[in-house]
């Protein structure tokens, strides 16, 4: 109280154009913000003052960029919206299982986030979704889709219904990577003789070439060059295009594939339309061969797990697989134990003496 009786003013502290403050804790220089829609930030700048005042000064001329176009904005616009637009001008341009696979994902984002505003979700809801998701399910589902979470996020900001993506930041879960199973010659022999129809095919061609399910079953005509023997694949999992050479088995096999007149599909129905699943067919092939726990992306495992066994290096291994990243080849590397044997060996050898 002051002499008059009365309570002083409240004091609410603002963001200052300058304001950087040093964390003696770890080091970092820290820089105090307020962005545009109101909401006070504090995050690590850097490690000395004078560039942690020119980051926060880049993040201040963004938040002003951003405070002139707000106008630009859906403000009202909400998260079932989003989906909807999604399902019409984006999913349509996926491959059929790209397409089933997040149309089981979009309910239940859409029961998770419900009739919120785009404005309104924040990263705390994005992780709170994550950590929930984690103790129902195992992290690969849950990272699989985190992944349909940040692409419709990621669609709004390219839109302009946000300015940035509350998922961004928002790491993905650490993945065990379970022992694979991978057939041998005589178990794939079997397996092919047990398939029957389009599906005998369709699996000598996964063997032959290494194809995920989805990139197999959108496969186009104009992806397969038999002149040169190439088979491209234009729309991976990675985002990158890469180019299998096709042997006598994969050329024979797609030669022997009825063209649907009109349809640009390799494997598609008598209307044109591709496959949506093989499951069945393959499973009741893996039935009547007397392979148990078999499932078609083991097929993608024979296929690298043959190479690797042949000697064949790693790094075309994963070339032809389309592997993001060198780690994920590396599963198969215990499959050539005479290299590493051999390379250990090495040292023994005795140097030419110049």
């Given at each position: 109280m002051n002499e008059q009786g009365q309570a002083p003013p409240v004091r609410?502290?603002?963001?200052?154009?300058?304001?950087?403050y040093l964390d003696t804790r770890t080091g970092w220089w820290i820089m105090d913000f307020?962005?545009?829609?109101?909401?006070?930030?504090?995050?690590?700048?850097?490690?000395?003052?004078?560039?942690?005042?020119?980051?926060?000064?880049?993040r201040l001329d963004e938040v002003d960029r951003q405070k002139a176009g707000l106008g630009l904005l859906a403000a009202d616009l909400t998260f079932p919206v989003l989906i909807r637009k999604y399902r019409e001008s984006v999913l349509p341009k996926k491959s059929p299982t790209t397409i089933r696979r997040e149309e089981e994902i979009l309910p239940r984002l859409e029961a998770t986030f419900g009739d919120r505003r785009l404005l309104q979700v924040t990263q705390e809801d994005v992780e709170a979704f994550q950590s929930r998701r984690k103790d129902q399910v195992s992290a690969a589902t849950v990272n699989r889709e985190m992944i349909v979470l940040r692409r419709l996020l990621s669609k709004a900001v390219e839109w302009r219904y946000l300015w940035d993506s509350p998922a961004r930041?928002?790491?993905?879960?650490?993945?065990?990577?379970?022992?694979?199973?991978?057939?041998?010659?005589?178990e794939a022999d079997t397996l092919v003789a047990a398939c029957v129809g389009h599906v005998r095919v369709v699996v000598?061609?996964?063997?032959?070439?290494?194809?995920?399910?989805?990139?197999?079953?959108?496969?186009?005509?104009?992806?397969?060059?038999?002149?040169?023997?190439?088979?491209?694949?234009?729309?991976?999992?990675?985002?990158?295009?890469r180019h299998i050479p096709m042997n006598e088995t994969l050329r024979e096999a797609l030669h022997g594939v009825e063209r649907i007149?009109?349809?640009?599909?390799?494997f598609c129905n008598a209307d044109g339309k591709p496959y949506g699943t093989v499951k069945t067919g393959f499973w009741g092939a893996c039935r009547r061969a007397g392979l148990e726990g078999v499932r078609f992306h083991d097929l993608r495992h024979t296929f690298a797990s043959w190479l690797v066994i042949e000697g064949k290096p790693l790094a075309v291994v994963r070339e032809l697989l389309g592997h993001a990243s060198f780690e994920m080849t590396l599963r198969y590397a215990h499959l050539a134990p005479d290299q590493k044997a051999d390379a250990v060996a090495s040292l023994d050898r005795p140097r030419a003496v110049s």
């Open positions: 609410t502290r603002k963001a200052r154009r300058e304001h950087v307020v962005d545009a829609w109101g909401r006070r930030h504090r995050e690590k700048a850097a490690r000395t003052r004078e560039l942690a005042t020119q980051v926060r000064r880049k930041r928002v790491k993905q879960l650490r993945e065990q990577n379970r022992p694979f199973r991978y057939l041998t010659r005589e000598l061609v996964a063997l032959h070439s290494g194809l995920r399910r989805g990139e197999l079953l959108a496969l186009r005509w104009r992806d397969i060059d038999f002149a040169r023997g190439v088979l491209t694949v234009a729309n991976s999992k990675s985002g990158r295009m007149v009109g349809s640009p599909y390799v």
